[in-house]
């Protein structure tokens, strides 16, 4: 009979050493017992708890437990029953809630000893037992090996842990605009003493700021949290300037693009929207706007307003003053004035007026307009004639200036030639007032350029009426002639054109009788003595005589009296009073 002690080992993690003594002695009493009972029955499976304690642990501990066989010899098999060539493998039977690390042991010798680690992490008591698989003769007393597994709830020593969670939550960039309430929610695992714990916490001002809390759990421990936050209430500062500026009269007159500053001392600038490109249309009154937003999600906008856009050039008119006449010529300074019209930003001004002066064909004038945005434009008067000189002007032949003709004798009408070294003569030179006839006259000639300067050359000349002498004897000149009626009358007269005796009879325009009222007493009555024989009475030159002579046959009309005229073609006369007896 082989008679098998346990021994014990070594004892890791001994926890408790008050409870771990007591409880070796109860194991060694007990082992004692049941070594009496089954001593002559088997080999005994021992641990040294009865020895060495190790079956209190904490929650979360661990102990390691030696085993081994103790031969006791009484069991049919001499010596140790696993020293055979059959070994003895102990299997170690734990509650789930034990880990048994490792849970099977082989023996093939005796008084040998081997740990076996046990762990738990729910408090409570664990019933350990074992078994033996042998295929030798020998049997084995299990009961030594039976001991419970004490697993102590652990002391508090863990201070409470925070689970801060913020309201209103952090934007996407980690930053709120406005201020943040911390809830801390502690947890501990023996419970917290609410009144010395901070439940929430809310932040103030702007910037990156850190919250602090603390809390204390039912065992005393103090537990602290912090938490930032970052926060920027204020919105971003933004400009918007357009450029290029405009000119002094508030218009561009190109594209328009814009400058922007956008600044944020807190969260900094996230992002900017505007126009994608400059303003290019033309108006008045447009705007660019910009809104800048920064990283908390403050924004705010700048508007780049009245801005005025002009790319288009006025329209700019030359009226030349006077207005040319119908052959397209001026004879005076011609002043041409520059206007201009603009649809949009209107007319700044445009160029003084420019006056010409000289003579010449095809002259030109040109000047500029300029709009409210700094847009010109110009405009040329242009085939612009100015002849300011007359024309010159001549009468060819005719009477001599100053002269003096008698009747009949005068020259010819005179003609005239004109000419203009500029413009030209406008039509023909016409000369007016030539008069063969007795008296002054004054021939003019005028002609005009096609400036409508005008020019005359006069001559001024004298016709002489023709001096007549007659009647002569036998008629009394200034007398009342007394006649026998019937008879006839020598009626002789000369003509003189200045010194030249006129004899042609086709100088004479008439001879005439009539009747007229005999006069008073007061004319004096002179006979007349000489009468021409009957018949001749055709006038005549009377060469010998040098005298034109008409035989004047006297009507038979005694009483009667007549006025006897004679008429020559200068329209000179000579009368001579008969009465008839």
Excluded at 314 to 332: I, R
Excluded at 522 to 536: K, N, R, T
């Amino acid at each position: 009979m082989k008679l098998v002690n346990i021994n014990p080992g070594k004892n890791h993690h001994r926890e408790h050493p008050i409870i771990r003594r007591a409880g070796k002695m109860l194991a060694l009493a007990l082992a004692m017992v049941l070594l009496s009972a089954t001593m002559a029955l088997a080999d005994n499976v021992q641990n040294d708890i009865a020895i060495n304690g190790g079956d209190t642990i904490s929650a979360g501990g661990s102990t390691t437990i030696d085993y081994r066989i103790v031969a006791t010899g009484g069991d049919g098999q001499g010596g140790c029953n696993a020293a055979d060539t059959s070994p003895a493998t102990v299997t170690i039977n734990a509650p789930a809630a034990v880990t048994v690390s490792p849970n099977s042991i082989s023996f093939n010798a005796c008084s040998i000893f081997k740990p076996t680690t046990f762990s738990a992490t729910t408090p409570g008591n664990y019933t350990i037992t074992v078994s033996v698989s042998d295929s030798g003769p020998g049997t084995y007393n299990l009961t030594p090996a039976t001991f419970t597994l004490k697993v102590l709830a652990p002391s508090d020593t863990t201070a409470p842990v925070a689970n801060p969670m913020q309201s209103p939550a952090a934007n996407g960039n980690g930053w709120n605009n406005s201020d943040v309430t911390v809830s801390w929610n502690w947890t501990d695992a023996g419970g917290i003493d609410t009144a010395n714990c901070t439940t929430s916490s809310t932040s103030s001002g702007e910037g990156t700021i850190t919250l602090n809390a603390s809390c204390k759990d039912t065992a005393g421990n103090t537990g602290t949290a912090s938490h930032v936050v970052k926060v920027d209430k204020t919105a971003p500062s933004v400009t918007a300037t357009p450029s290029p500026v405009p000119n002094g009269n508030g218009w561009n007159n190109a594209d328009v693009g814009y400058s922007t500053f956008c600044d944020d001392d807190v969260s900094g600038v996230a992002s900017f929207e505007g126009p994608t490109d400059v303003l290019s249309s033309e108006g008045a009154s447009q705007s660019i706007t910009i809104t800048c937003t920064d990283y908390a999600g403050n924004s705010a906008s700048a508007t780049a307003s009245n801005i005025n856009i002009d790319k288009t050039a006025p329209s700019v008119t030359a009226t030349p003053s006077p207005t040319p006449n119908g052959n397209g010529w001026n004879n005076t300074d011609v002043t041409v004035a520059f206007s201009g019209s603009d649809a949009l930003s209107g007319i700044a001004g445009c160029d003084a007026d420019v006056t010409l002066s000289g003579e010449g064909a095809g002259q030109s004038a040109s000047g500029s307009c300029t709009d409210n945005a700094d847009n010109s434009a110009s405009a040329t008067a242009s085939n612009i004639n100015i002849d300011k000189t007359a024309p010159s002007v001549s009468l060819v032949g005719g009477p001599a200036n100053g002269g003096e003709y008698s009747y009949g004798f005068v020259p010819a009408a005179p003609t005239c030639t004109a000419s203009d070294a500029l413009s030209g003569v406008d039509g023909t030179c016409s000369a007016s007032g030539y008069s063969a006839a007795v008296g002054s006259h004054t021939v003019m000639a005028t002609a005009s350029d096609k400036a409508g300067n005008s020019a005359s050359d006069s001559v001024s000349y004298t016709v002489r009426a023709w001096t007549l002498q007659g009647f002569s004897n036998p008629v009394d000149m200034g007398y009342l002639n007394t006649v026998k009626g019937g008879s006839t009358v020598p009626l002789k007269f000369r003509i003189f054109a200045g010194s030249t005796e006129l004899t042609d009879t086709a100088y004479i325009q008439s001879l005439s009788a009539v009747t007229m009222a005999c006069p008073g007493v007061s004319m004096p009555v002179a006979p007349v003595e000489e009468l021409a024989a009957a018949g001749g009475t055709v006038l005549r030159y009377d060469a010998t005589a040098g005298q034109f002579i008409y035989n004047w046959k006297t009507p038979k009309s005694p009483g009667k009296c007549y006025k006897v005229t004679l008429t020559t073609q200068d329209g000179s006369k000579i009368t001579a009073d008969f009465k008839l007896t």
